[in-house]
């Protein structure tokens, strides 16, 4: 498997995003991080699998939280470019690219 390299600005939502849902409700901050953890893992076994769009990045919806994650399959590594939350503005992550 490729490694992961997630972009600093895609780290910093993971981390707000884990403390806003801890201030939700204890404990499910860490869900949503184990569960983006998981569909990082997910991306890693079959980088593939969803459709690269027209700008080149591909999008991992995640299924208990209302985020997509947007990467780029390189040669050598896999680069997370954001973790998006569906009610945000669309494409605002696209200047990462």
């Given at each position: 498997?490729?490694?992961?390299?997630?972009?600093?600005?895609?780290?910093?939502?993971l981390?707000?995003?884990?403390?806003?849902?801890?201030?939700?409700?204890?404990?499910?901050?860490?869900?949503?991080?184990s569960?983006?953890?998981?569909?990082?893992?997910?991306?890693?076994?079959?980088?593939?699998?969803?459709?690269?769009?027209?700008?080149?990045?591909?999008?991992?919806?995640?299924?208990?939280?209302?985020?997509?994650?947007?990467?780029?399959?390189?040669?050598?590594?896999?680069?997370?470019v954001?973790?998006?939350?569906?009610?945000?503005?669309?494409?605002?992550?696209?200047?990462?690219?």
């Amino acid at each position: 498997m490729k490694p992961v390299t997630i972009d600093i600005a895609a780290e910093a939502e993971l981390v707000e995003s884990v403390a806003f849902y801890e201030t939700r409700r204890r404990g499910l901050g860490l869900e949503f991080e184990s569960a983006a953890r998981g569909a990082i893992k997910k991306i890693q076994a079959a980088p593939l699998l969803h459709p690269a769009q027209q700008n080149g990045a591909r999008r991992f919806i995640m299924d208990r939280f209302p985020f997509v994650i947007h990467y780029i399959d390189l040669p050598d590594t896999i680069w997370i470019v954001a973790f998006a939350h569906t009610s945000r503005k669309p494409g605002y992550w696209l200047r990462r690219l």
